[in-house]
């Protein structure tokens, strides 16, 4: 896992990652996403500045924005979203218990293979039952994030993967950037879960937690 002081330093300037141009992510999303997230009080795992907050999850009843970046919790928190608080925290060290939704937006391959086992053993225990949203590079990011090894883990820990959808294409080798531009066309997301996955950059998982026994 990356400490607070790493990610403050990715923070230094702002929207390091580029994420507000991600229109095209944030759209899938919100297309994915909205029924699940509606009038739910949701946990948003690793908020960033609050651009998910914002551009996603302004429908939920209720989100707690959890960053472990106290510059990127100050930036969301000068968004001032009518739905939303935000903490400052490492979101291991955090309660999972009382929201209807969790979600993991390209945060949970920062973690090591062990840290998140820890990670979906502690969202069994304290959310069981109920929905995680996970998304990430499948692109067997750090050898440890790709769709196959994903499955195995979650279904070994009890969760049932309800339904994946593609995100994104990957841009290499150079010839898949001529599929990453026409999905973007109107339209071009209706093709987006047909793209094979050896040209899938990231992924979003919807899962069960399992049930207590
Ligand atoms: C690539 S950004 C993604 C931001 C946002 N979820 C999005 O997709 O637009 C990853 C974020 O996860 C946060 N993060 C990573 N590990 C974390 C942890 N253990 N606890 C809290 N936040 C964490 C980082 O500080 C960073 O803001």
């Known amino acids: 896992m990356r400490t607070a002081a790493e990610f403050n330093l990715y923070y230094a300037t702002p929207d390091p990652w580029h994420i507000s141009q991600a229109r095209f992510r944030d759209k899938v ?27 996603v999850f302004d429908k939920a009843r209720s989100v707690v924005g959890i960053d472990i970046s106290d510059v990127a919790i100050a930036r969301a928190k000068s968004l001032n979203l009518p739905n939303a608080r935000f903490e400052c925290a490492d979101f291991l060290q955090k309660s999972f218990e009382g929201y209807d939704v969790i979600t993991a937006i390209e945060c949970v391959y920062y973690l090591s293979f062990q840290e998140r086992e820890v990670f979906l053993k502690k969202v069994a225990k304290e959310h069981p039952g109920k929905i995680l949203l996970l998304s990430g590079p499948i692109v067997d990011y750090r050898r440890h994030f790709s769709h196959r090894r994903l499955m195995l883990e979650f279904t070994a820990l009890g969760f049932s993967p309800l339904k994946f959808s593609n995100l994104s294409v990957y ?12 999905i973007k066309l ?28």
Request: contains cysteine.
């Open 186 to 213: 109107p339209l071009g997301h209706a093709f987006l879960d047909w793209i094979p996955e050896s040209m899938v950059y990231q992924r979003l998982y919807v899962l069960r937690a399992p049930k207590p026994l």
């Open 29 to 55: 999303l919100r297309r994915r996403l909205k029924r699940l997230i509606r009038g739910k009080s949701v946990l948003e795992l690793g908020c960033g500045e609050g651009h998910l907050t914002d551009a």
């Open 171 to 182: 841009w290499y080798p150079p010839s898949f950037r001529i599929v990453a531009h026409l």
